[in-house]
C-alpha cells in the first residue's frame, strides 16, 4: 500500500475535516463477464476428463454376405483447472498520521482495523474481477511461475483465444475464413460466419462471441445495411438473420479478432473452491496484516468438434 503522494501532498499527520470513504474514489473496474455465457461446473479434480464419441455412417445396402462397420470410437479430452493466489501485505499504522487516518482504529488487533475491511470490498475484490475478466479468460497464456517472484497475471491460465488457437492447430475446432475483420463488413462477416458453421448446428443457440469493440461495429454495420433510421422507431438488436444465433460482446475478448461460437453446453467453466476469490483469510504478524486467498478455475471445451471461430492455423494468417 502506497500513500507516499498522499502524505506529500496533505502532510503527515491527521485532522479530522469531515473525510470519509465516500471522498476515496475509484476508476471502474471490469465485473466478470465471460463464466455467465459458460456451463459451470464444480470440481474436486484439478484435470477434468471426458469422452467424445465419434459415429460414422452405419446404413449400407443390403447384401447375403456380413459386412459390418465400425460405427463408433472414442476420444479423450481433458480440461485443466488452474490454481490463483492473491497475498497482500498491509501496515495499517502508516494512515495513523495521515488523511487516511480516520480508517484507523485504537485497537491493537491490527487486522480489525476499518482500512483492512476497506481494501478487500473496495480494492481487493473488484481488481480480481478485472485482471480474471480483462487478462485471464480471453488472453491468458499459461507459463509456470518463477519461485520467489509474483509472475504475470497473464500467466495465470490458458484462456478461450488460447483454447482456440490450439484447437484449431491440431484440426480439433473448426475453423471459418472471412478474411480480416472491417467495420465496414463485419455485418456480411458475421452471416459467412454463420453459413461457415454445420448446418446441423445453425439450428442450434448459440451466441457468436467477440469483443465489445467488434459488437459495436457489428450493430453500426447493421444500422448503415438499413435495418434501423433514425427516424424509426425499429430497434436495432444483436440478432442474425434467419438464424437462432445473437452477437455477443465479450470484454474478455477486447483488443483481439476473435469470434467464436459453440453451445452454452460445450462451454465449461470449471471451478474449486470458487467462493475463495471474496472470501480471505487475514493473518497478523507482529504489526503487518497479512491478506491471503487462492482458488482454482480453467476453461474448456466439452466437445473441440462443436466449436467454431475465425482463427486460422498459426502461420497462415491466423486472426
Not at 445396402?61 to 459390418?68: A, D, I, K, S, Y
Not at 483465444?161 to 484447437?167: C, N, P, R, S
Not at 454495420?221 to 440478432?239: C, L, Q
Request: charged share 20%; aromatic share 10%.
Amino acid at each position: 500500500m502506497d500513500i507516499s503522494e498522499l502524505i506529500i501532498a496533505f502532510g503527515a499527520y491527521y485532522e479530522q475535516a469531515g473525510q470519509n470513504v465516500s471522498r476515496i474514489k475509484r476508476l471502474l473496474t471490469q465485473g466478470i463477464e465471460t463464466p455467465k455465457i459458460c456451463t459451470p461446473l464444480k470440481t474436486d479434480d484439478t484435470i477434468y476428463r471426458l469422452s467424445q464419441i465419434n459415429m460414422t455412417r452405419i446404413v449400407q445396402p443390403f447384401q447375403q454376405g456380413w459386412t459390418p462397420i465400425n460405427s463408433a470410437a472414442f476420444t479423450p479430452n481433458e480440461l485443466r483447472l488452474f490454481q490463483f493466489k492473491v497475498d497482500q501485505d498491509i501496515q495499517p499504522d502508516f494512515i495513523t498520521a495521515s488523511w487516511l487516518g480516520f480508517l484507523d482504529s485504537n485497537s491493537l488487533t491490527k487486522k480489525d482495523y476499518p482500512l483492512v475491511r476497506y481494501l478487500i470490498e473496495n480494492n481487493l475484490i473488484p481488481s480480481i474481477q478485472n485482471d480474471m475478466e480483462m487478462f485471464v479468460y480471453g488472453h491468458g497464456v499459461y507459463q509456470a511461475p518463477t519461485p520467489g517472484v509474483a509472475g504475470p497475471v497473464v500467466s495465470c491460465m490458458d484462456g478461450l483465444i488460447k483454447l482456440l488457437q490450439t484447437g484449431v492447430d491440431a484440426s480439433t475446432i473448426n475453423s471459418v475464413n472471412i478474411g480480416p475483420l472491417d467495420k465496414d463488413s463485419i455485418f456480411d462477416q458475421v452471416e459467412a460466419f454463420i453459413d461457415g458453421i454445420s448446418e446441423i448446428y445453425q439450428n442450434e443457440a448459440m451466441d457468436v462471441c467477440m469483443s465489445q469493440t467488434w459488437y459495436k461495429h457489428y450493430l453500426r454495420d447493421k444500422r448503415v445495411s438499413g435495418f434501423y433510421t433514425k427516424f424509426s422507431d425499429k430497434e436495432i438488436d444483436n440478432g442474425i438473420d434467419f438464424t437462432v444465433q445473437k452477437v455477443k460482446a465479450l470484454p474478455s475478448l477486447n483488443n483481439s479478432n476473435v469470434i467464436f461460437a459453440t453451445p452454452k453446453a460445450n462451454l465449461l467453466h470449471l471451478t474449486k473452491k470458487s467462493a475463495n476469490m471474496t472470501k480471505f483469510d487475514i493473518q497478523e504478524s507482529k504489526r503487518t496484516v497479512s491478506i491471503l486467498t487462492d482458488w482454482w478455475e480453467g476453461l474448456g471445451f466439452g466437445m473441440n468438434a462443436a466449436v467454431w471461430t475465425n482463427l486460422q492455423k498459426t502461420g497462415s494468417g491466423s486472426v
